[in-house]
T-cell receptor
């Protein structure tokens, strides 16, 4: 069945460093979404990518959808302590599958 | 900002009983609501999507007779876990969307922790 793999599982960075999390699907996706969940909080929708090769930016966050629509990445430039949390991708083929998430911690 | 509430926040029940969880959009009308499940320190799993006034669409592997979803109004959706068993213990989260064409209008509730003894 469809699987969405997300790496790394954990990432610890110094404040100001960049951060990237990657998602890979075993099947071609119709779209991919990204969410953020702060520790103890509920998820927050970040973005949806639909088109092959699509790149979207939200301030310091850059989201990419691969040409084959099987992979995606979220890159944060110059991390801040407010970026702490777990970032999930969710890809849809016939159904929606979430990646396991990447837990980001930022050292001030 | 848009607020989504869930009730109860926690519930403990005996095996074999049914539990109803409510999801309400407090200050907006939600054309679509979603139900998720999250295990401790794990990822989310989308269970179903419900549009007001129509039957819910369940994701593969989710038993529709086990997890009954009703979206009777634009501000309320309910998830009923029928004949609950210990393996149904989990964190159930709902989200509500105001615009079917715009995912950026999706807002999550605080979640309901269910423990089945």
């Amino acid at each position: 069945g469809q699987q969405v793999m997300q790496i790394p599982q954990y990432q610890h960075v110094q404040e100001g460093e960049d951060f990237t999390t990657y998602c890979n699907s075993s099947t071609t996706l119709s779209n991919i979404q990204w969410y953020k969940q702060r520790p103890g909080g509920h998820p927050v929708f970040l973005i949806q990518l639909v088109k092959s090769g699509e790149v979207k930016k939200q301030k310091r966050l850059t989201f990419q959808f691969g040409e084959a629509k099987k992979n995606s990445s979220l890159h944060i430039t110059a991390t801040q302590t407010t970026d702490v949390g777990t970032y999930f991708c969710a890809g849809r083929n016939n159904d929606m599958r979430f990646g396991a998430g990447t837990r980001l911690t930022v050292k001030p | 900002g848009a607020v989504v509430s869930q009730h109860p926040s926690r519930v403990i029940c005996k095996s074999g009983t049914s539990v109803k969880i409510e999801c309400r959009s407090l200050d907006f009308q939600a054309t679509t609501m979603f139900w998720y499940r999250q295990f401790p320190k794990q990822s989310l799993m989308l269970m179903a999507t419900s549009n007001e006034g129509s039957k819910a669409t369940y994701e593969q592997g989710v038993e529709k007779d086990k997890f009954l979803i009703n979206h009777a109004s634009l501000t309320l959706s309910t998830l009923t876990v029928t004949s609950a068993h210990p393996e149904d213990s989990s964190f159930y989260i709902c989200s509500a969307r105001t615009d079917r064409a715009n995912w950026e209008t999706q807002y999550f509730g605080p979640g309901t922790r269910l423990l089945v003894l």
